[in-house]
C-alpha cells in the first residue's frame, strides 16, 4: 500500500464576486471566488449591468459548479401582483437548475419561495435593511439561511448580532469591497422621486453622485423654508460616499464569525472583477496559511482598478464623516505627481514624480488642480514619457497649472495582468477541487478507482470507476504502484487536484500508458460529472415543486376586476404622523382618527439638532397618549424606521417598565422592530408603514400574523393598489390598508449625519447657533429638505409635497380604509390645518364627489399655499418608469 500526504486548510469566510456578464463570471472564478452573485434579465437590483440569458444563468451554474464554486441569482427587486406568477416560475427554473440561493429583498417573494421550493436556500438581501438581532431572528424564522447585513452595521454590532442569534444557525454576511450607497438600501426612493426610476426597482438612476450645494434658512408658521442661503462649502457632493476598501482589515473580519465576505461591483468590467478578486483571494489565502496580508502592490492595483477614495466603511471607521467623498464622484486614480512647468511651444508638462509609478504610452491620465477641483481633464497618453532624474515630461492637449496633481486612472499593465488572469489563472489562486483515490486492481484485472471529491462545504462525494480494459499479466516488470499513482495524479487542465492517493495492488499487471492515460481522462470526466450533478436535485423533487405551484396557482392568477364591487371602502379614517407634543394637541384639537407619535430619542452624539427642551421619551409618550385618551382618538406609538440594537438597548426597557397602559398599539417600520415587539410586548397591535416596502399581496397576507393594518408603498400606482389589495382580499386578508396621502415623501435615511462637516463652526460661546431649516439644492434649482433626526441620522425629502386630496374618492372605490397625513418634522399648524383640509376632502368624497370636482380643487390649492417646493401626486397615475 502507497499513500500521498493529506493537506488541511483553514476553515476561512467564503469570498463573493459579482459578475453583471458572463465575462466578468469567467474572471472572477478564474481569480479564485469561492462564490458569486449573478442575475437574470429581470428582478435583479443592477438592470443597467449586462446581465444573464436563461441559458447563460444555466451555463454558469454548471461552470462554477465544475470548480466548487457557489452561484447565488439576485432576485431582490420588489415584486408587483402581476409578476408573481412569473416568479414563481423563475424559482422553479433556478431550484432546478441547482443554484445555490436566491436574494431575496420582497418579503411576500420570500414566502412564496418556501411555499413552492422550500429546499432552495434563500438569503435576505441588503436590501431589507436588516441591521439588529431582532431582524436577523426574524429572517431566520421565516426559513432565511443568510442575511446580508445592512452596511451601516459596525463590525461591534456584527459581533452582538451573532451572539444574540448564533443559536438560530444563520449566516452572516457583510460588504468587504466596492460602492457604497449613501441611503441605507431599499430605503433609498431618491432615484424614484426624481425621475421615477426606482432602486428598490433595480433602475436606481444614482442622483446620490451628483452635485448638491447645502442649503439654510428661516421657517414660516407651515415650517416652509424663508430667507434662504447657501452653507459656503467647497465640496459639492454631498451624498457621495468612497468606496469600501477593507483589504487592511481582513485579519480581523477572518477572525469574525462573518461567514461571506461581498465584494459590490455587478457594474463594472470583467478587468475590475479580476482584480479585486484576486488581491482578496491571496490576502485571504495568506492570512490562512499564517502569514501577512499587507501588500502596497495590491493595494495600489485596488486603487488603479476604481476608486473614489478609499474608507474601511461603518466595519471599522470612527469617525462618520470619513466616510464621504465630497469633492468628487468619480474615480480618483493613483497619484503619480504634480506639475513643476508647462512648456507652451511644446505644449508638454514636467511632472515631479511622488512615487516610482511612471506611466506608460496607453495610460490614462487625469490632471486636477488642487485648489481649482473642478477645472480638471483626462486623456491617454499617446507617447512615452521622458524621464530625468525623479521627473518626466510628455506633450498635453491642453495648457496645464502648475501644482496641478497627476492621476493615473487606467494602467495599461493593469488591464494586461488582470485578462491575463482569466485566460491562464496562476498556480494557487483559482482553487482546484480536492479528490481522495483508492486505486485496486479487481479480480478481472480492471482498473478500479474509489474517489471520494471533497468539496468546500466539508461533504466528500463518492465517485467510482472501473476500466472498460483489463490490464495485461506483466511479463517480466510489472507498474509498480508508485509509478501507477503517478499516472492517475495528473490532472492536466481539469477542475482537479489528487490530494491522497492509496493504492492496493501487488505489482503483477501492466498497461501501455495510452490505456492509464485513457482511464485518467475518463475517470476525471466521470467526477466532473458527478461533482455537477450533486448540486441539482432531484427529478422527484422538481415534480413536487410544480405540484405545490399548481396548487398555489390559482391564488397568484389574478386578474383586475371588471367592477368594483366589493373593495369600495365604506369610512375613511384620517390617521396623521407627528413627532411633537404641541403637534399632538394640534392634531387632537382639529380630530383625526389615529394618531402615530414617533417621539424625538435624543443621542449624546447629536450636536445637529437643538433639542434643548425636549422632554424625555417616556414623558413624551405619556404627555401625548394622555391627550388622545382624553379626546377618545386611538394613539399609536410610532418606532422609527432605522431601529439598531443600540436603540433597542435604550428604549424598550422605557416601553415595558413605564409606558403600559398608556399604549396598547404600536407602528414599525421594519420587520426586526415588530420581532422585538412580539417578543416583548406580545399583547400589542402592531400597524406597518412605508418602511416595509408593501408592493404585493403575496407581502400582505404572509405578515398578517403581525400587523392588523399595513401602509403600502409609495411608490404604487392606482392601479397596483387596486389590484393588490383585491388579491389580498380574495384571499381572506380582513385587516385594514392606508395610504401616505400628504407630506414629505422621505426619499432617503444616512446613518451618515449630511451637517457635522459644517456645524462645528456655527458655534457661539459653547452653543449651537442652528437654523430652523436645512436642505440640499440640486443643479436645476430644486429643494430637498433635510431633517437630523435625534440620532444624528440624515431624512432627504422629496423636493415637491405628496399631494392626493382630490383622490380620494378613487382611493375609497380601490379599497384605502385609512389616508395618511405625514407631518413629521412639521409645525403644528401645518398638521391642524391638513386636518382640516382632509376631514373637509373625505367628507366630500363620502358625498360621491368625482375626482375633477371644484370643491377638490379648491382644497387642493389650499394645501400647496402650505406645502413646500410645491405638491405633486407622486406615482399614482403613471406608476415607476421600468425601462
Given amino acids: 500500500m502507497f499513500s500521498s500526504p493529506i493537506h488541511k486548510e483553514k476553515k476561512m469566510p467564503e469570498l463573493l464576486a459579482p459578475a453583471g456578464s458572463p465575462e466578468a463570471f469567467r474572471a472572477a472564478v478564474a481569480a479564485g471566488a469561492d462564490a458569486l452573485y449573478l442575475s437574470g434579465k429581470r428582478f435583479g437590483a443592477r438592470r443597467s449591468a449586462r446581465n444573464f440569458t436563461d441559458d447563460e444563468i444555466k451555463e454558469a451554474v454548471i461552470y462554477a459548479h465544475t470548480w466548487d464554486s457557489a452561484v447565488y441569482v439576485t432576485l431582490n427587486t420588489l415584486i408587483h401582483d402581476r409578476e408573481l406568477p412569473d416568479v414563481a416560475e423563475y ?54 439561511s443568510r442575511v446580508v447585513l445592512a452596511r451601516e452595521l459596525s463590525l461591534e454590532d456584527v459581533l452582538r448580532i451573532h451572539r444574540e442569534t448564533e443559536s438560530y444557525g444563520i449566516g452572516l454576511e457583510v460588504f468587504a469591497h466596492g460602492a457604497l450607497c449613501y441611503c441605507y438600501s431599499g430605503q433609498c426612493l431618491l432615484s424614484s422621486v426624481i425621475g421615477g426610476r426606482s432602486g428598490n426597482r433595480g433602475m436606481c438612476a444614482q442622483p446620490c453622485r451628483k452635485p448638491y450645494a447645502l442649503m439654510a434658512g428661516d421657517v414660516d408658521e407651515f415650517g416652509r423654508p424663508t430667507v434662504l442661503h447657501k452653507i459656503p462649502a467647497q465640496d459639492r457632493y454631498q451624498l457621495s460616499p468612497k468606496d469600501l476598501c477593507t483589504y487592511e482589515n481582513l485579519t480581523q473580519l477572518v477572525n469574525s464569525p462573518v461567514v461571506s465576505l461581498k465584494i459590490e461591483g455587478r457594474m463594472k468590467s470583467p478587468e475590475y472583477v479580476s482584480v479585486v478578486v484576486s488581491a482578496y483571494r491571496q490576502a485571504l489565502d495568506a492570512i490562512a496559511g499564517g502569514k501577512d496580508t499587507g501588500s502596497p502592490g495590491a493595494l495600489r492595483d485596488l486603487c488603479l482598478a476604481f476608486n473614489r477614495g478609499f474608507t474601511s466603511g461603518y466595519l471599522f471607521e470612527k469617525k462618520p464623516d470619513s466616510l464621504m467623498g465630497r469633492d468628487a464622484p468619480d474615480n480618483r486614480g493613483v497619484c503619480i505627481g504634480f506639475v513643476t512647468r508647462y512648456d507652451k511651444d511644446s505644449k508638454s508638462v514636467t511632472v515631479r ?23 480638471k481633464y483626462g486623456f491617454s497618453l499617446n507617447t512615452l514619457p521622458v524621464r530625468t532624474q525623479g521627473e518626466i515630461s510628455f506633450k498635453v492637449p491642453h495648457p496645464v497649472e502648475p501644482g496641478t496633481g497627476v492621476f ?64 495485461k499479466p506483466a511479463r517480466s516488470h510489472g507498474l509498480t504502484p508508485e509509478q501507477l499513482m503517478q499516472q492517475l495524479k495528473k490532472t492536466g487542465g481539469t477542475p482537479f487536484t489528487i490530494r491522497n492517493v492509496t493504492v492496493t495492488y501487488s505489482g503483477n499487471v501492466f498497461s501501455p500508458l495510452a490505456e492509464l492515460n485513457r482511464a485518467r481522462r475518463e475517470f476525471l470526466t466521470l467526477a466532473e460529472k458527478t461533482l455537477v450533478e450533486h448540486f441539482h436535485p432531484s427529478e422527484e423533487s422538481i415534480r413536487c415543486a410544480g405540484q405545490r405551484w399548481n396548487k398555489v396557482k390559482p391564488e397568484l392568477v389574478i386578474t383586475p376586476a371588471k367592477t368594483r364591487d366589493g373593495i369600495i371602502s365604506e369610512t375613511l379614517a384620517l390617521g396623521v404622523y407627528t413627532d411633537t407634543v404641541l403637534s399632538v394637541k394640534n392634531a387632537v384639537d382639529k380630530g383625526c382618527d389615529v394618531l402615530y407619535f414617533e417621539p424625538v430619542v435624543t443621542s449624546q452624539e447629536c450636536i445637529c439638532r437643538n433639542l434643548t427642551g425636549v422632554p424625555a421619551l417616556e414623558q413624551q409618550i405619556i404627555d401625548s397618549s394622555a391627550l388622545c385618551r382624553e379626546a377618545g382618538i386611538r394613539f399609536v406609538l410610532k418606532f422609527p424606521r432605522i431601529t439598531s440594537n443600540r436603540y433597542f438597548d435604550a428604549v424598550l426597557p422605557t416601553v415595558l417598565q413605564t409606558l403600559f397602559p398608556h399604549i396598547t398599539d404600536s407602528m414599525v417600520e421594519n420587520c426586526g422592530t415588530a420581532q422585538a415587539l412580539r417578543d416583548c410586548c406580545p399583547s400589542q397591535a402592531l400597524s406597518g408603514s412605508t418602511g416595509l416596502n408593501i408592493f404585493n399581496h403575496k407581502t400582505v397576507c404572509s405578515l398578517s400574523s403581525f400587523f392588523g393594518m399595513v401602509t403600502l408603498s409609495p411608490e404604487l400606482s392606482r392601479d397596483e393598489i387596486r389590484l393588490l389589495i383585491q388579491a389580498a382580499r380574495h384571499q381572506g386578508y380582513t385587516g385594514s390598508f392606508a395610504l401616505i396621502v400628504q407630506g414629505g415623501t422621505e426619499a432617503m435615511v444616512s446613518e451618515n449625519c449630511m451637517l457635522r462637516s459644517w456645524l462645528p463652526c456655527t458655534r457661539k460661546g459653547g452653543e449651537m447657533d442652528l437654523p430652523a431649516f436645512f436642505g440640499i439644492q440640486d443643479e436645476t434649482g430644486h429643494i430637498f429638505p433635510v431633517r437630523i433626526d435625534g440620532e444624528c441620522r440624515s431624512h432627504v425629502y422629496n423636493s415637491a409635497e405628496l399631494c392626493l386630496i382630490d383622490h380620494l374618492p378613487s382611493l375609497m372605490q380601490i379599497g384605502i380604509d385609512e389616508v395618511v397625513i405625514d407631518a413629521r418634522g412639521r409645525t403644528a399648524s401645518y398638521t391642524g390645518d391638513m386636518i382640516l383640509l382632509y376631514q373637509e376632502a373625505i367628507r366630500l368624497a363620502k358625498k360621491g364627489v368625482r375626482h375633477e370636482d371644484p370643491l377638490l380643487k379648491n382644497l387642493k390649492d389650499a394645501v400647496k399655499r402650505r406645502a413646500i417646493g410645491g405638491i405633486t401626486a407622486g406615482h399614482f397615475f403613471r406608476g415607476l418608469k421600468e425601462t
Fill in 91 to 144: 424559482l422553479i427554473w433556478l431550484y432546478s437548475i441547482g443554484v445555490d440561493a436566491v436574494l431575496v429583498q420582497d418579503i411576500g417573494v420570500a414566502a412564496l419561495a418556501r411555499d413552492i421550493v422550500p429546499m432552495l436556500p434563500l438569503h435576505a438581501s441588503t436590501q431589507m435593511t436588516i441591521h439588529s438581532s431582532y431582524g436577523v431572528k426574524w429572517a431566520a424564522e421565516r426559513g432565511f
Fill in 408 to 471: 493615473l486612472t487606467c494602467s495599461k499593465d493593469l488591464d494586461m495582468r488582470a485578462r491575463q488572469i482569466t485566460a491562464h489563472p496562476p498556480i494557487g489562486l483559482r482553487h482546484q477541487v480536492s479528490l481522495d483515490l483508492n486505486v485496486t486492481i479487481d479480480s478481472g484485472s480492471h482498473l478500479v478507482v474509489d474517489g471520494l471529491i471533497q468539496i468546500r462545504n466539508g461533504k466528500a462525494i463518492p465517485v467510482m470507476y472501473r476500466s472498460g480494459f483489463s490490464l
Fill in 353 to 375: 514624480l511622488s512615487g516610482s509609478g511612471v506611466p506608460v504610452q496607453g495610460d490614462g491620465l487625469l490632471f486636477s488642480h488642487p485648489e481649482h477641483p473642478r477645472q
